[in-house]
């Protein structure tokens, strides 16, 4: 249930915000972009990365988007962003799947949108949130597009199963500390000077040491989507930079070449960083959108002419 909407007329965009509630009886912010003259193309949903949001963060990409002709919804998770919750606490990964399933149909299942196609989109942490919706609703989502996604852990950075059970029982005693150690991933993940202060400025960006708890689930996810690569089906595209200091691109190759589906592209960007779709120059950013629009365009076209 929405709480209050704001609209906002902007050029050829009408930009929406919300609230909805969750099953848990938390207050989760949501937004949107649309043209504001054309019909629309098909349904998109974004899956923000751990500790950023969707309004500020990746209004380039929702911008974008919808400039292009498709409806972009954005949630914030709880713990992050304008939602209810602990700031940059996960205490379950299973229920921020759930709270997006949950909104994400809801939007799907609305009389004007049952006949259009509906994709995915996530960042990072985001794309491993893609992955396990796409496990709990294997024929329900047209494609993903997954930038930079979590969706493994490197060998020589995996822990030894002794600080793994550790961890697990530290979690559940002392779950929001923040006490795992982290490097500065702005300047890993950021390239462009100007976007690295907008994040570091953006108060709804969580930008302390990972919480105990947050930090095992992340742990316990990327396992998880590891041992299932090889039952992923539904068509995507992963774009990932090839200087990325993040998540590994060798790690979207193993899914690339893993997963089963039939329809499946992977792009990789020399040069670039993490921040494929906001933190690099402007003429990159411009390289990584033409792919994704062109990726979805010809599948968003193609699935409607089958429906007609």
């Known amino acids: 249930m929405a709480s209050f909407k704001l609209e906002m007329a902007e050029d050829t965009i009408k930009y929406e915000e919300e609230y909805v509630s969750n099953m848990r009886g ?23 990365g751990y500790a950023m949001e969707c309004s500020i963060s990746m209004r380039g990409t929702g911008r974008r988007l919808a400039e292009a002709g498709f409806v972009v919804h954005g949630l914030d998770y709880e713990g992050h962003g304008k939602s209810d919750g602990l700031q940059g606490y996960i205490n379950s990964f299973s229920d921020v799947v759930s709270d997006c399933s949950n909104y994400f149909t809801t939007i799907c299942e609305k009389a004007e949108h049952r006949r259009k ?3 995915l989109l996530g960042e990072s942490m985001g794309g491993a949130v893609v ?44 779950p929001t500390w923040q006490i795992i150690p982290s490097g500065d991933v702005i300047d890993r993940a950021i390239k462009n000077e100007e976007w690295r ?40 595209i992963i774009v990932h930079g090839g200087d990325d200091a993040v998540t590994d691109p060798s790690v979207s190759e193993a899914l690339y070449t893993l ?21 690099e120059p402007t003429e990159n950013i411009d390289v990584v959108f033409a792919d994704i629009i062109r990726w979805l365009d010809e599948r968003a076209s193609s699935l409607q002419a089958a429906i007609l």
């Open 26 to 48: 938390m207050k989760l912010f949501a937004c949107q972009w649309s043209p504001l003259n054309n019909e629309s193309k098909a349904l998109v949903f974004l899956c923000h």
């Open 117 to 119: 196609q509906r994709f």
């Open 131 to 174: 992955l396990m919706l796409h496990r709990k609703e294997p024929t329900y989502w047209d494609g993903a597009i997954l930038v930079a996604p979590m969706c493994k852990i490197v060998e020589d950075m995996k822990p030894r199963p002794i600080v793994i059970t550790i961890l697990s029982k530290l979690s559940n005693v002392i």
């Open 197 to 236: 202060a907008e994040v570091r400025n953006n108060p709804y960006c969580y930008k302390g040491r990972p919480r105990l708890k947050t930090g095992y689930e992340l742990f316990m996810a990327s396992l998880d989507i590891e041992s299932n690569l090889d039952k992923v089906t539904l068509p995507f």
């Open 259 to 279: 997963a089963e589906s039939k329809d499946k592209m992977m792009k990789l960007y020399p040069g670039m960083c993490h921040a494929l779709t906001s933190g």
